[in-house]
C-alpha cells in the first residue's frame, strides 16, 4: 500500500459496534469468505466503506500452497469481493488447507523446499492473474515444521515474493511464535527479511500452552509481540498494522488500550481518539 | 520431491491432523499431535458459536465431547459439524430445540451442504413442536 494508513483492526461481526466507533480508524481487514460477492455486505462493513475506511479482504481458504491448482471459483470469489469492498489489495497465506479432498480446517506449513515453492509460485500468478488489485501474502504461525526442509525461512518467502510479485503481510506474531517455538531468535529473521516489501502488518495475541505458544488471537497481545513491532518499525516502518482478533472479546477499553499500544509502539497516531 | 509426491505428503499430513491417521515419518510427533489437538478445539469453538444450545447442553465437557466425536472426522464447515453431532444425540430442551430448528429451515441430507426450504416443515423436538412457515420458525411448547 503506498499510502499510509497507521493502525487499523480486523473487522468482525461480532465488534462491529466497537470498530464503527472508532473515530481516527483509517484502515481494516475482513475475512474474504464471510462476504456475499453480490448479495448483501454484513451489517456495518458497508458504512464503513462509505466513511472512507479502507477495507482489505483477506483470504484463508484459497490454499496457495496446496499441490494442486487453486480452486478458480475461490479465486473468482477473492477478486469479486475486492471490487466489491472497493479494495486497493488483497491477501492471502503461504500455507495449505486442504489435500485429498480434505479440509484441515486449519492454515499448514509447507516445506521450505524449491518444490512447495514453485507450487506456491504457480498458485500465486493464478490467483494474480484473476485479480485486478495487488495480493499480499502472509507467512503463517506453525507448531511443526517439515523434516525436509532446504531453505532459511526468509530464503523460502524471497523466493516467492521475488518470483510473483506479491506483497508481503508480515504477521509480528506469527515471527514471534515460530520463534519461540522453534527456539531462534525473531530480529534474525526481520534482518533477513525484505522489509521495503511489507504491504502491511498483522499484530495478535496468544497463549502458552503445555510448553508451545499459540498464535490464538483470543488471548491479549503479549509485551514481547509489541516489542517486536518497534524493532520492525525501527528498521522499516509499515504503512499500516492492525490487531487481529477471533473470539473471547474483551470490554471495549481494553481493545482500545491493545490499539493505542499498537499505535505508541508504532510511533503512529492513536486511532480510538478523533 | 515431485509436485506428485508433495500433493500425497500434504494428503498424509492432513489424514494424521483429521483421521487419526499415523503421523507422516520424520515429523516432529508430539508437535503436529499438538497442532491436532489445537484444531479440535478451535473446531470446538466454531461450532458452540455455531450451536450454542447444542453445546451448552454438555456444560463445561463440550470441548471434550467434540473433540472425542470430531477426532477422525474432518471437518465439514462448523453448521454440518454441529448438524451431525446434534443428529446422532438424543437432545431435549433447548438443544433439541435447536436442532429443530434448524431441521425446519433448511434440508440437510448428511451428504450436501445445508440448502433452505421453500415449503413449510415441521419437526417434534422433546415437550415442543417447531415449525416453520415462510422462512419464519416457530416453537410451540405444550402448557406443563
Redesign the interface.
Known sequence: MAETYGVGIGWRPEIAGFVAGLPGLRFAEVVAESVHAHGELPPGLGDLIERGVTVVPHGVRLSLGGAEPVDPQRVRHLAEVAERVRAPLVSEHIAFVRAGGVEAGHLLPLPRSREAVDAVVANVRRTQAELAVPLALEPIAALFDWPDDELSEADFLTEILDRTGAGLLLDVANVYANARNRGTDPLELLDELPLDRVAYVHVAGGAEHDGLYHDTHSHATPQPVLDLVGELCRRHRPPALMLERDGDYPPAAELRAELDAIAHAAGYPEVTAA | ???????????E???A???GKPVP????AP??E??RV??LR??A?EVS?QWPMLAASFGAGFKREFARWAAAR???GSLRDGWDMARELRLTGAAAEELAGREVSMRYDGAAAPRPRRSPAIRSAGGAVVLQIAGRVRVIRRAR
Do not use: H, W, Y
Not at chain 2, 25 to 28: A, S, Y
Open positions: 520431491m515431485s509436485e506428485r509426491d508433495l500433493a500425497a505428503r500434504q494428503a499430513l492432513v489424514a491432523l483429521t483421521s515419518q520424520g515429523f516432529d508437535r503436529v499438538a497442532a489445537a484444531l478451535k473446531r469453538g458459536r474432518p471437518t465439514r
